[in-house]
């Protein structure tokens, strides 16, 4: 029985190449219209970080197949590294700074990333979560990190790329957008790469990967590597256009929670997914909030709305893993309409 595609295009057919882009411009420029201070400051720049730590956590899990609870603490190292560099070398670039604060990143993770050729599964998530523990006691216990602060703080300096400030929130929003952006776009290549078909060999078996001449060690560590650059950079966004400032205790063992929940609800291998995980996981808060707040006339306090809004919102996350377990990338996939063929009946 023979099989014919559908004839291309219709109203309800796959967007093109070229209206996905224009689609996607769309998106990213609209808040430039219809944006406003807490939009771009509070919901905006945070969603597009986290989805970058998403996407650094997402290569070495959901493409390499490495468990990793140290996500934050590799934030931490490029927000520092990020902020010494800028600080000690003068004239450097904060663009320069950035992917030198990732670069210290990628160095830790390699660090952290040799148990992974020896163990696996659960003794690797706990050598990771060494690397938690070990880098804010790092970075609190030496005053030189925060230039001499012994509160352990570092503050973000002037938003300025060649002459041009990026203070104002859409400012932030633009630079944090065009960094995303950018990395994303590397990852992207570098996964359709044989590197990144490499780290999908060894994720679903690295003793099948290893006899078609994968080295298992190497990959991983290559995973790690460019892992924790992402990271690294994530953390400096965060550091510099998100919070303004930051200390050692602010990445914590919570942030990297967060992080692996953005990679499980949005779709574990997925670029798509990062986005949509991250969205998630700033919006979701939030709406259960104001809700809560309007249903109880905002009698309750404010704790108790706290406690509330956690147990709504990981009895939320319990139900959707049960009902969609492949993440919202695979949901927004069934959604979309596709090219299916039709059959062709016999003569």
Known sequence: MATIPYPAASGTARLSLTSFWIALLAVAMAPFVIGSDYLFSAILVPVLILSLAGLGLNILTGYAGQLSLGSAAFMAIGAFATYNLYLRIPGLPLLFAMAGGGL????????????????????LIASTLAAQFLVPWLLSQYDWFSNDNASGVITAPPLLITGVSFDSPAGRYAFTLGVVAIVTILARNLIASPSGRAWMAVRDMDLAAAAL????????????????FILGVAGALWAFTYLGTVEPAGLDLDRSFQILFIIIIG??????????????????????????????????GSDVLENLNKVAFGALIILFLIKEPDGLARLVGRLRPTNKPIQQEPN
């Open 213 to 228: 001449g994968i080295s298992p060690g190497r990959t991983k560590l290559f995973a790690f590597a460019v892992s924790s």
């Open 267 to 300: 779709g574990m291998g997925s670029l798509s997914g990062n986005f949509l995980g991250a969205a998630f996981i700033v919006l979701l808060p939030i709406l259960l909030s104001r809700a809560g707040a309007i249903l109880t006339g905002g009698d309750l």
């Open 104 to 123: 210290v990143a990628a160095i830790f993770g390699l660090v952290f990333g040799l148990p992974s050729l020896r163990v696996k599964g659960f003794y």
